[in-house]
């Protein structure tokens, strides 16, 4: 069965006015357009076109109303829940320093807050559901930007030796100020250490000492020792955060994270624990439905510093870049080792293409039309838009002018 789907964007103040319209082949809003969610989250369900015909409104009234038609036999015995949440993402400004629980934080964190009484849609609430949040992204625009995991202690290191040359040759060297951060660096758990002096101490105000260090970082990201140095896309990066949220610790933190550049079709998968931060672009994320968030900085709302810390992963590591498998001809697929979801892009310009289903699928079309057939059922999906497939439909033919996004469940093992 196909079920056409639609939503309207998500207006948060970072994001693009141009891009998802652009993608969807519709005229600008006029407002940002940050996120357009294709899924069954509480959060934004996906509406259902024709809901006199699919008997529901939106997604999540048609999954809980058929739960044995709609998704694999292993979802429905375990709670009736699409796994999966698929979007379109556009930024145009930077989004909040973040991080994503484990199962067993997300579990632990969800009953605790429950049994306190605390409201869903609370300020302060961490836990807005009993989920992981693991993540991919992969880049629809030329550019997408990025931070992504902290980044190897040898660079770190360069960092801090780029931050001393450019402080020495200034008008009036502050060296007090990196000695601060160098300091702690130099402990048993130095990205640990910086990081919790840095949310900790910078969130009092302009008169702590992690203050005179976001100061003077600032201050030295414009030096020409600074942008001509191997580090230069993080000092730029450091510059741009500065501007939209001047004082914010995250401007420091922002030099101990990967700075990524992807290029359009490469991806970045997000494990829990990995703290990052979009900086522009346009991408397709997906994710496992949930919405469980814990920011560390660049944003006004809600940061419970404690429970960062307990959530975030320092263990230093290479950019999390998840490379592309050409699966059959004209279709790539993005796989984390993850059983919430997989990620397709069919391009089917030359004689077609088709890939196998084992459990619910979202088909969104980029670029121009493409022509879906099933194994019981076809549709023709119009650039911008999307439809939910039932796992019944086995096999999928994708033709057309377009590009064809399959957001699905793995295949399990025989």
Avoid: C
Wanted: aromatic content about 6%; hydrophobic content about 45%; charged content about 20%.
């Amino acid at each position: 069965m196909f079920v056409a789907i639609r939503n309207a964007p998500r207006d948060y103040a970072w994001g693009s006015h141009t891009a998802i319209a652009e993608f969807r082949g519709v005229p600008a809003s006029g407002a940002p357009e940050a996120e357009l969610w294709l899924g069954a989250h509480a959060g934004s369900p996906a509406q259902v076109v024709e809901p006199e015909r699919a008997g529901a409104a939106d997604l999540a009234e048609l999954i809980a109303a058929n739960p044995a038609l709609v998704l694999s036999a292993g979802q429905a015995r375990e709670g009736a829940r699409l796994p999966f949440l698929l979007k379109v993402l556009a930024a145009a400004r930077p989004l909040s320093l973040q991080a994503h629980p484990t199962p067993e934080q997300a579990r632990a964190g969800f009953a605790r807050e429950e049994a306190e009484g605390v409201p869903i849609d609370a300020f302060d609430r961490n836990y807005k559901d009993p989920y992981a949040k693991p993540e991919l992204i992969v880049a629809v625009s030329e550019r997408f930007e990025a931070l992504s995991g902290f980044r190897p202690l040898d660079e770190v290191r360069g960092v801090l030796a780029t931050l001393r040359a450019a402080d020495a040759a200034s008008d009036e060297p502050q060296p007090g100020a990196i000695d601060l951060l160098a300091a702690r660096l130099e402990g048993p758990d130095p990205l640990r250490e910086s990081v919790a002096w840095l949310l900790q101490d910078g969130r009092g105000g302009d008169t702590g000492e992690a203050a005179w260090l976001v100061e003077r970082v600032t201050a030295l990201a414009g030096s020409e020792l600074a942008l001509t140095s191997p580090y230069a896309a993080s000092f730029r990066t450091v510059a741009e955060l500065a501007a939209e949220y001047p004082g914010d610790p995250g401007i420091v933190i922002s030099l101990l994270l990967n700075r990524v550049t992807l290029r359009r079709g490469e991806a970045l998968f997000l494990d829990a624990g990995n703290v990052h931060a979009y900086l522009s672009g346009l991408g397709i994320e997906l994710m496992a439905a949930s919405d469980n968030v814990l920011r560390g900085g660049l944003t006004p709302k809600h940061i419970d510093i404690p429970e960062l810390l307990e959530v975030l992963d320092f263990t230093p590591i290479a950019p999390p870049r998840l490379p592309a498998v050409q699966v059959s001809p004209g279709v790539v697929e993005y796989r984390p080792s993850v059983p919430d979801f997989t990620l397709f892009r069919v391009e089917t310009a030359t004689d077609g293409a088709s890939l196998a289903i084992s459990g619910p699928a979202i088909l969104l079309a980029e670029a121009g039309p493409v022509e879906v057939t099933g194994r019981s059922g076809s549709t023709r999906i119009e650039r911008g838009d999307a439809v939910f497939v039932t796992p019944d439909e086995q096999r999928l033919a994708i033709r057309g002018e377009g590009v064809a996004w399959v957001a699905t469940t793995p295949a399990q093992p025989a």
